[in-house]
């Protein structure tokens, strides 16, 4: 029998992304060979999600599948902390289940199921660095390096909190080693992640300004996308924040989710900070920086979410007009104390309520789309769209399609000739 291969399976955030790579790049080491399709592969891992109930009754089916299919599985990420019980009764036969941060453990494993071993479970954290295992995707211009994982939050939806734990940073020396390396190899749009980005280094005293700067000063043709902050943690040192996050270095993306624009149900969600907190950092970040596009997380819906409540979400965002709204419909996650409620909103309500918000929502960005008409600069060409013709970024980190096949990885100048909902159009300018 040849080496081992194995088949991954990705879900969830860019965080569990960044961990498949850092999987990867672990059993390459091992000599264990990654395979593109599940029918070559000896060994299917499912690095998996729990954030969701709908996403984790799709891994639950998927599960049920490869059961059937009577297939070797290890089941690795967020869900097995989550919903353990059900994880295990969708796939009796399981190779093997581990937590999310085992990824030196699953090496081992995999050697452990490859001599015959079935049933494994090991949920205990490993003691090293996953991030010696870093390396970025093969045949992609884009990486995704963790600079912190877990939070300092206890929001009462939350399950994550569960899986993830506690904040947990890696040193800016070993990160500015591996951003290095990626600049290197020629990724040229490096998103940096976390839970929370913002409470990147507070066990450990170094801050996410000092690490910006240091990652700021690297030499290269890159980008970096700033992953997700909470607006409490950057607004005690937001112009320190906000004069790096300027440098034509970093994508001008700011992803600060609000969640509720009630006071009440924020607090009552433990988020720690008030809508007036979100709106400062909102209204600091379009005064430093006009055209930075700012995406933001809502939650419709939430126990006790009144129609009062739900207006001032509207009316927060139609103040704000955020371009990019993730809007989720509360839904119980196990274990969690909203999951305990007694005033839950019924399910028509909440549906009702996420069509309104994204009604206003389309509203807001192709209104603000429609601005960009005309506009001529440099993108980063990203890759092939889903849709057809090419993905670019420019540095407000918009989509702009080019129907024109290029370069991964170039930058060309282009001008914007329509706009759309969900991107820019545009044609390269000769
Ligand atoms: S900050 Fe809150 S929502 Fe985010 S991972 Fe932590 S507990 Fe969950």
């Not at 299917?44 to 490869?66: A, F, S, W």
């Not at 989550?82 to 036969?93: C, G, H, T």
């Not at 980005?197 to 066990?203: D, I």
Request: proline share 5%.
């Amino acid at each position: 029998m040849g080496a081992t291969s194995y088949y991954l399976e990705t879900y969830g955030c860019a965080l569990n992304t960044a961990d498949s790579d850092m999987i990867a790049g672990h059993l390459s080491d091992r000599g264990v060979k990654r395979v593109l399709s599940p029918d070559e592969a000896h060994v299917i891992i499912l690095n998996t999600c729990g954030v969701k109930e709908p996403t984790e009754d799709r891994i639950i089916h998927r599960l049920e599948e490869l059961s059937k299919m009577a297939r070797l599985v290890i089941v690795a990420g967020c869900l097995p902390i989550i919903s353990l019980r059900r994880v295990q009764r969708a796939i009796p036969n399981y190779a093997a289940i581990l937590g999310p941060q085992s990824i030196e453990t699953l090496g081992l494993i995999v050697d452990r199921v490859m001599k015959g071993e079935r049933g494994l479970l090991h949920l205990e954290p490993d003691t090293g660095s996953k991030l010696q295992f870093f390396k970025g995707p093969p045949g992609s211009v884009v990486c995704t390096v963790p600079l912190c994982e877990g939070c300092l939050g206890s929001c009462t939806y939350c399950a994550v909190k569960f899986a993830r734990g506690n904040v947990k940073s890696y040193s800016i020396k070993s990160l500015h080693d591996v951003v290095c390396r990626c600049v290197h190899q020629g990724y040229r749009e490096i998103r940096l992640t976390g839970q929370d980005t913002g409470v990147y280094g507070h066990e450990t005293g170094e801050t996410l300004v000092e690490l910006l700067q240091v990652l700021e000063a690297i030499k290269g043709a890159h980008m970096f996308r700033l992953g997700m902050f909470n607006p409490h943690h950057i607004l005690a040192s937001i112009d320190e924040f906000l004069q790096v996050m300027s440098s034509p270095r970093f994508f001008k993306f700011f992803h600060i989710p609000l969640q509720s624009g009630s006071n009440s149900i924020l607090g009552d969600m433990e988020r720690r900070y008030s809508v007036e907190d979100w709106q400062s950092a909102v209204r600091s970040i379009q005064r430093k920086i006009p055209l930075a596009t700012i995406a933001t997380d809502i939650i419709v819906g939430f126990p006790g979410e009144t129609d009062e409540d739900f207006n001032k979400t509207l009316e927060v965002i139609s103040n704000l007009k955020p371009p990019i709204v993730n809007i989720s419909k509360y839904g119980d996650r196990p274990g969690t104390v909203a999951s305990r409620a007694k005033n839950k909103v019924n399910t028509s309500v909440k549906k009702d309520r996420s069509r309104q918000l994204s009604a206003l929502v389309t509203e807001v960005i192709t209104e603000q789309n429609a601005t960009w008409l005309g506009w001529t600069g440099p993108v980063l060409v990203v890759g092939a769209a889903s849709k057809g013709g090419t993905l670019c970024r420019n540095t407000s980190y918009k989509a702009v399609i080019i129907q024109k096949q290029l370069t991964p990885g170039s930058t060309v100048d282009v001008e914007i000739t329509m706009t759309h909902r969900t991107h820019l159009a545009a044609t390269v300018i000769p």
